[in-house]
């Protein structure tokens, strides 16, 4: 009783078979590796994961602990089973009670226990084999006698008649025993084969679950990232909603109050009209001639000029600025870049987390909230090679500026800087425009714009340094603005990756924002310059170390009709 009670609880409560590489859960509870992993497979599209037996749940797919002690005690009992365990086959002569056959004679046919088979014979023709109700299996069909030979070539085990008399009769032949020996070695061997696939199987299964642990925790990972870029969207994008209302409101409000004056006015106006209409009735319904000849002339009442000045004041202070308010709803370009930038995490090898950009709704937001500006496509912008200084090297593509620590040899011209400086072969003369320069690469720049009649010789030559030119400055991990050769320090914690360069030529307004790709995408605004300007301008760089790129091209954009 006590054995079976062992047997019955080392049965996995899955199979109901004994533990098979036994694993134990949080809650105690012992199951096959194979079949709690089945389980687990099954319970993982509903989020949550319960012990078969307790039911005891978990938001995480649950650890499996080996269990040691565990599957040493399966092997020690599966090693003894024959020993411990009844057979069901009893001694064939016990008559009076059933006693447990010890072993079973292949030559008597029958079945002994202990006391029998101390006094059994033990002559070599009698052959002990453990308990066995398939007695004749043991025996040859044809000669009726005990099987003691493996025929090799025709792979059957013979009696000895078989093997002198019979068709097997010359063939190679081992006894029994020895070529059952063989084959389990041959079968050990399979084994271990099969064991070393199996322990490789299941540590590919291991590492393939890790795997998807590891892709679920990106994705949670990413989804984060998703929700608090949005959340900092809306947040942008509820800021950006209250500035355009607060100027509405402002540009209402004076305009109202422009309009209250002006109604006074005419209010007042209109009284002093309403007087000298009155007067003027009375004098038409006077019958005295001479007091109506003796009445000073009047002129000319209704003075047309004076109506025309206060219609244009009417008009004047009837008009919101609606350019301005346009202006600051173009933002919503900085937090669209902000989106495109930022929504983009990282390129995975495994495609379930690839994650798309946001580029279409670009189009979508800016067309549907900020119609008073078209903005263009992106259109090209090169570096000028003949202005390229002779330590300064120019990619292919004339986009990149790289420092060169050897004289290139350029043929000097009056175009050509002494300086590792270069402008673009585009300039702009009218319209707004802006461009992105990547000096990531780089810790000595100047960014900026000139004008083509920049000098070309000496330290008046570098931008900033003139009265020509505008930039945005890096030297000693310092930031600064410079123009005519006055600097203005900015702050020392700037993160700049990339530089913005905006110019408005109308208005004669130059403004240089910083650009930083991190775990979020950040835009600063830097400086912005006014200035009348006077002649096209171009874009200008100049690079101490490393490279600098003129990254994508030129966006324009004009006001709408």
Excluded at 258 to 278: A, H, N, P, T, W
Aim: charged share 25%; net charge negative.
């Amino acid at each position: 009783m006590a054995s079976a009670d062992v047997r019955q609880e080392l049965d996995c409560s899955i199979c109901l078979s004994i533990y098979t590489d036994p694993v134990t859960l949080r809650c105690g509870h012992n199951f096959c590796r194979v079949c709690i992993d089945r389980v687990l497979d099954t319970q993982e599209g509903a989020g949550v994961y319960s012990c078969p037996d307790c039911r005891a749940e978990c938001q995480e797919r649950p650890a499996l602990i080996q269990s040691i002690a565990l599957r040493n005690i399966v092997g020690s009992f599966q090693s003894t089973r024959p020993d411990q365990e009844e057979t069901g086959i009893f001694c064939t002569y016990c008559v009076d009670s059933p006693v447990p056959a010890a072993k079973s004679c292949l030559l008597c046919e029958a079945s002994l226990c202990d006391k029998h088979l101390r006094v059994h014979s033990k002559s070599p023709e009698h052959v002990l084999c453990d308990p066995t109700t398939a007695l004749g299996n043991r025996k040859c069909s044809i000669h009726k006698k005990i099987l003691e030979y493996y025929c090799t070539e025709d792979a059957a085990c013979i009696c000895v008649s078989c093997r002198l008399d019979g068709e097997h009769r010359g063939h190679q032949v081992d006894i029994l025993d020895k070529a059952s020996e063989k084959k389990k070695a041959k079968l050990r061997n399979v084994l271990q084969k099969l064991t070393t696939k199996r322990a490789e199987t299941e540590k590919r299964v291991q590492s393939l679950q890790e795997r998807r642990r590891e892709d679920q925790r990106k994705a949670a990972g990413v989804k984060e990232t998703v929700i608090a870029l949005f959340r900092d969207i809306r947040r942008q994008l509820e800021d950006l909603e209250k500035r355009v209302l607060s100027e509405i409101s402002r540009q209402e409000q004076r305009v109202s109050l422009s309009v209250s004056d002006l109604i006074q006015q005419l209010e007042i106006k209109k009284d002093e009209l309403s007087g000298k209409m009155r007067h003027i009735e009375e004098l038409c319904n006077m019958s005295d001639p001479v007091t109506v000849l003796q009445e000073p002339d009047t002129g000319d009442l209704c003075d047309t000029e004076d109506t025309e000045r206060h219609d244009n004041q009417v008009c004047g202070a009837g008009d919101l600025d609606v350019g301005l308010i346009s202006g600051t709803l173009h933002t919503l370009s900085d937090i669209i870049t902000y989106i495109n930038t930022g929504i983009y995490v990282q390129e995975y090898t495994d495609p379930l987390l690839a994650v798309a950009t946001a580029g279409d709704t670009e189009s979508d937001i800016i067309t549907g909230i900020n119609t008073e500006f078209y903005v263009q496509e992106a259109t090209d912008i090169s570096l000028d090679v003949t202005t390229a200084g002779n330590n300064i090297h120019i990619s292919g593509d004339m986009r990149t500026a790289s420092w060169s620590g050897i004289d290139l040899h350029r043929p000097v011209t009056s175009e050509r800087f002494e300086y590792n400086q270069v402008i673009s072969t585009r300039g702009f003369s009218s319209g707004r425009h802006y461009w992105e320069v990547d000096v990531s690469k780089s810790v000595v720049w100047r960014v900026g714009m000139c004008y083509p009649s920049i000098g070309r010789r000496g330290e008046q030559s570098l931008i900033g340094g003139n009265n020509k030119s505008w930039c945005l400055r890096r030297y000693n991990n310092q930031y600064s603005v410079r123009y005519d050769s006055t600097e203005s320090r900015l702050a020392d914690n700037i993160p700049c990756d990339r530089v913005r360069v905006y110019l408005d030529h109308e208005a004669g307004q130059l403004s240089f924002d910083s650009l930083c790709v991190g775990h979020l995408h950040r835009i600063r605004h830097l400086h912005t310059y006014t200035a009348a300007l006077t002649e096209p301008l171009h874009a200008a760089l100049l690079v101490g170390h490393g490279h600098i790129t003129i990254s994508g091209g030129v966006r324009s954009w004009e006001k709408l009709p």
